[in-house]
């Protein structure tokens, strides 16, 4: 059964008919061309589909394109506030070596956005001590506790983690602060 449906990807408002069986991941990828998430294990385990909804990062792999009909998503492609510009977990990632071959990498940042809004918003995670008074992000093993569990859900078989936790953290202001 095919259904009509928008989409706002990147800024652009997408009105596309989809079968009602359609991943996120699928609608963005092979019907509007949005290559910037990536098809890993398409079972929500890797996370190189990651994009955000409305702010939120979600696994576009596991979530139906109807369930976000007329939602905002941003792909790490759709992150940056310019042609010459980049966003700052774009310039973080680069400084910090956090990407080798690439493929995660879009799945990555998007994540690493997540996160950074996650932990401004005092949201706790499995790594916070103190589930009612949120993260303590003034203590540099907790920092790196917390950006390691929550970009846990990401994987990349190259193995730059350091690189990737080291650019979360200075995206997120706590540069220096994550162990090497």
Same mark, same amino acid.
């Given at each position: 059964?095919?259904?009509?449906?928008?989409?706002?990807?990147?800024?652009?408002?997408?009105?596309?008919?989809?079968?009602?069986?359609?991943?996120?991941?699928?609608?963005?990828?092979?019907?509007?061309?949005?290559?910037?998430?990536?098809?890993?294990?398409?079972?929500?385990? =890797?996370? /190189?589909?990651? #994009? !955000?909804?409305?702010?939120? +990062?979600?696994?576009?792999?596991? $979530?139906? %394109?109807?369930?976000?009909?007329?939602?905002?998503?941003?792909?790490?492609?759709?992150?940056?506030?310019?042609?010459?510009?980049?966003?700052?977990?774009?310039?973080?990632?680069?400084?910090?070596?956090?990407?080798?071959?690439?493929?995660?990498?879009?799945?990555?940042? =998007?994540? /690493?956005?997540? #996160? !950074?809004?996650?932990?401004? +918003?005092?949201?706790?995670?499995? $790594?916070? %001590?103190?589930?009612?008074?949120?993260?303590?992000?003034?203590?540099?093993?907790?920092?790196?506790?917390?950006?390691?569990?929550?970009?846990?859900?990401?994987?990349?078989?190259?193995?730059?983690?350091?690189?990737?936790?080291?650019?979360?953290?200075?995206?997120?202001?706590?540069?220096?602060?994550?162990?090497?």
């Amino acid at each position: 059964m095919e259904t009509e449906l928008t989409l706002r990807v990147d800024g652009a408002t997408h009105h596309l008919p989809v079968d009602t069986r359609t991943s996120l991941l699928d609608a963005l990828r092979q019907r509007l061309g949005a290559t910037s998430p990536k098809k890993g294990c398409d079972h929500g385990q =890797c996370g /190189a589909c990651t #994009v !955000l909804v409305g702010g939120r +990062r979600i696994l576009a792999c596991l $979530a139906l %394109a109807v369930a976000h009909d007329g939602a905002e998503v941003t792909t790490a492609a759709g992150l940056a506030p310019g042609l010459d510009e980049d966003h700052p977990v774009h310039r973080a990632f680069v400084d910090n070596d956090a990407l080798q071959c690439g493929f995660c990498t879009p799945g990555q940042v =998007c994540s /690493a956005v997540g #996160v !950074l809004d996650e932990l401004e +918003r005092g949201w706790p995670s499995a $790594a916070t %001590a103190d589930l009612a008074g949120g993260p303590d992000l003034g203590d540099p093993h907790t920092v790196d506790r917390e950006i390691a569990e929550r970009m846990s859900g990401n994987l990349c078989r190259c193995g730059a983690y350091k690189g990737i936790r080291a650019a979360v953290a200075q995206a997120g202001g706590f540069a220096g602060e994550v162990r090497r």
